[in-house]
């Protein structure tokens, strides 16, 4: 079974536009931590934040907020007034501390059009 | 924040050969470094968990002859593809983790930081 499961494979949106990036996660660790990353056609995977599993504050950075529900495993990422920046592939990511290994999302492609 | 380095950014090389990649951790030392193959259009894939001084845990499907790791010192993990072939081409991302410790000596979580990754294409 997916660990991780990122829906939409590909969103599309005008530029100036919220959106938002679904995580659904599978675990049966009590401490765990979730991440979302970002990867922009360089290739180089680029940190946006980590949250674990005893924390479930919504987080807001910028233009970024995230939405962490335990009791729907959910760990959604919303970005408001998108840019053409914001193109990109997201991936959300688990880490069991049981399994001390990071399993990835298969990653949301995100196109911002101007 | 810790910096992970890879070397070489990118190699094109012919079938047969070999090729060694390089991470590195530039400003700390990681007792564990993780490797992870990503195809294009695709996620990232764990191939394998690299512990310094014993040998690496691969994840099941990886050829563990064919994906040799060494990771000999706390700041160097190698990943050496032997005898590439054109299914070989991907992009390949190491990570290195720190693990968060209060003064106290508890655990307060590990970090993983990414390298930059190689990408590899065998002709």
């Known amino acids: 079974a997916q660990k991780v499961t990122q829906a939409q494979t590909e969103i599309s949106v005008v530029e100036k536009e919220d959106v938002t990036l679904d995580c659904v996660y599978e675990?049966?660790?009590?401490?765990?931590?979730l991440f979302w990353y970002k990867q922009p056609p360089s290739g180089e995977l680029v940190f946006l934040i980590r949250?674990?599993?005893?924390?479930?504050q919504n987080e807001i950075s910028g233009r970024y907020s995230w939405n962490f529900q335990k009791s729907t495993s959910s760990f959604n990422f919303t970005i408001t007034a998108s840019q053409v920046v914001d193109s990109a592939v997201y991936f959300c990511?688990?880490?069991?501390?049981?399994?001390?290994?990071?399993?990835f999302g298969p990653g949301t492609s995100l196109s911002v059009i101007p | 924040g810790a910096v992970v380095s890879q070397h070489p950014s990118w190699v094109i090389c012919k079938s047969g050969t070999s090729v060694k990649i390089e991470c590195r951790s530039l400003?700390?030392?990681?007792?564990?470094m993780f490797w992870y193959r990503q195809f294009p259009k695709q996620s990232l894939m764990l191939m394998a968990t690299?512990?310094?001084?014993?040998?690496?845990?691969?994840e099941q499907g990886v050829e563990k002859d064919k994906f040799l790791i060494n990771h000999a010192s706390l700041t160097l993990s190698t990943l050496t593809v032997t005898s590439a072939h054109p299914e070989d081409s991907s992009f390949y991302i190491c990570?290195?983790?720190?693990?968060?410790?209060?003064?106290?000596?508890?655990?307060?979580?590990?970090?993983?930081?990414f390298g930059p990754g190689t990408r590899l294409t065998v002709l």
């Open positions: 990570s290195a983790e720190i693990s968060g410790r209060l003064a106290g000596g508890d655990v307060i979580g590990n970090e993983q930081f």
């Open positions: 690299s512990n310094e001084g014993s040998k690496a845990t691969y």
């Open positions: 675990t049966r660790d009590t401490t765990y931590y």
């Open positions: 949250r674990n599993s005893f924390d479930e």
């Open positions: 400003d700390f030392q990681a007792t564990t």
């Open positions: 990511a688990l880490w069991e501390t049981s399994y001390d290994k990071v399993i």
